[in-house]
C-alpha cells in the first residue's frame, strides 16, 4: 500500500474548524453530534467563486448533483454519467462483492452490515474491521474502469467506529489512481514522473496522537512534483506534507480553507473529483465535498504528461500500519462514481 510521511506542525490544529450536519437525506444517520473540536467547514465560495455544489475548475454541473434527481439513490445508475454504482443491497455476504468489484482485500475482515445504526440507507452497508495489533493491514475493494478516463467523480457515505484511535498511516477513504496498480499489486515507493502513474486519495491523517481521531481530511497524492519517494499530503488550507514550511502553488484562484476534522461514528458523504492535466499544461485539479459543501479545491497541477496516462480505478480502503489499541470498524454506504457531480442523496 502507499505509505505517508511524518505528522504535521501542531500549528495546524489551532486553525478553527467549523460544524455542519449530516447532507442529503438523513437516512438512519447517528452519532456525537456534539463531540469537541471536530466537524466540517461549512458553505463557502466553491472553487471559482460560485456555488459550493455542482462542476468545479468552470464545469457547469448539474443544479445539486446527479443525485437529486433521483431520491434516495434510487435508479441512479440509470442516469447516462453515471458508470457505478453500488448500494450494498443486493449482496447475501461479503464474498459477493466479487460479483460487482474487481477485487477485494481482507475477506475475513469485510463483511455485509444489517445494524440500523451502521446503515446509512436501506438495510445493508460495506463493514470494514481493523483488528488490534502491530501487524499491517489494508481492508479494501477496488472497481477497474472498462474505459480509462481523463477525469472522474466519485461519492460515498462513510463513518468510523466511535472507538477509533489509529495514529500514524492509515489510508482510510476513497480514491481513484492511473496505473498505479501492477495488475494487483500496488507500487508504493516508486515516485510519479509524469508518464509511469498518478494516485489521489481523499483520506484522513492522524499523525500524532494530539490529533483528533479520525484525523484531518487531505489528498493523498503520487504526482510528478512529489516530494518524496511517498505521496504528498494536500491539506485544505494549502499546506503540503512533508516540508510543510515550502509552499506549494495551487494556481491564482487557490481559496485557502480551514482544516477539517469529522467526527466519529457519524455519516458523512464524502465526493472527490480528479481532472487530469493537458499534457503540457497545469490544468489538473482535485476538488473535495463533505456533505455537499467544498472543502478544499487544489489546481494549478501536474498529474500526467502524457495524454495516454488515464485514470483506470477507484477503491474504498481502511488500511493502517499499526492498530495497537482496540480493534475497530469502518462503514461504506451508496457508492457513485460518474462523470458529472454526482452531489448528496436526494430526500425520498
Not at 505509505?3 to 442529503?24: D, F, H, M, N, Q
Not at 472553487?47 to 459550493?52: A, E, K, L, N, R
Request: glycine share 14%.
Amino acid at each position: 500500500m502507499v505509505e505517508p510521511r511524518s505528522g504535521l506542525a501542531r500549528l495546524i490544529l489551532a486553525i478553527a474548524l467549523a460544524t455542519v450536519g449530516c447532507g442529503g437525506g438523513d437516512a438512519k444517520s447517528s452519532g456525537n453530534s456534539g463531540q469537541s473540536g471536530s466537524g466540517a467547514a461549512s458553505g463557502g465560495a466553491g472553487p471559482s467563486g460560485g456555488s459550493t455544489s455542482g462542476g468545479t475548475g468552470g464545469d457547469a454541473g448539474e443544479a445539486g448533483g446527479i443525485a437529486q434527481g433521483y431520491p434516495g439513490d434510487q435508479g441512479i445508475e440509470e442516469h447516462p454519467d453515471v458508470i457505478f454504482a453500488d448500494d450494498f443491497e443486493t449482496y447475501g455476504n461479503a464474498s459477493e462483492l466479487w460479483d460487482r468489484w474487481d477485487n477485494t482485500f481482507q475477506q475475513a475482515q469485510t463483511r455485509i452490515a444489517t445494524e440500523s445504526g451502521n446503515v446509512y440507507a436501506g438495510d445493508q452497508a460495506l463493514e470494514f474491521t481493523m483488528p488490534q495489533g502491530d501487524t499491517e493491514l489494508s481492508n479494501g475493494v477496488q472497481k477497474v474502469l472498462t474505459t480509462e478516463l481523463d477525469a472522474l467523480y466519485l461519492r460515498w457515505y462513510s463513518k468510523f467506529e466511535a472507538n477509533n484511535d489509529i495514529v500514524g498511516s492509515s489510508h482510510n477513504g476513497g480514491g481513484m489512481s492511473a496505473h498505479y496498480f501492477n495488475g494487483n499489486q500496488a507500487t508504493p515507493g516508486i515516485p510519479a514522473d509524469g508518464t509511469n502513474k498518478f494516485l489521489v486519495e481523499f483520506e484522513h491523517w492522524r499523525g500524532e496522537a494530539a490529533t483528533l481521531s479520525p484525523g484531518m481530511l487531505n489528498a493523498y497524492v503520487y504526482h510528478p512534483l512529489q516530494r518524496d519517494v511517498y505521496g504528498d499530503h494536500f491539506f485544505p488550507s494549502g499546506l503540503v506534507m512533508p516540508n510543510t514550511s515550502l509552499p506549494f502553488d495551487f494556481g491564482a484562484d487557490f481559496q485557502a480553507r480551514p482544516e477539517v476534522i469529522p467526527e466519529l461514528d457519524r455519516w458523512y458523504c464524502y465526493e472527490l473529483l480528479v481532472r487530469a492535466n493537458t499534457p503540457g499544461e497545469l490544468d489538473g485539479r482535485i476538488t473535495f465535498w463533505l456533505d455537499g459543501a467544498v472543502i478544499a479545491d487544489f489546481g494549478n497541477l501536474r498529474l500526467r504528461d502524457v495524454a495516454t496516462l488515464k485514470l483506470d480505478r477507484f477503491n474504498l480502503s481502511f488500511h493502517a500500519r499499526s492498530n495497537p489499541n482496540s480493534a475497530t470498524r469502518k462503514y461504506y454506504d451508496n457508492v457513485v462514481a460518474a462523470t458529472s457531480y454526482i452531489g448528496p442523496m436526494g430526500s425520498p
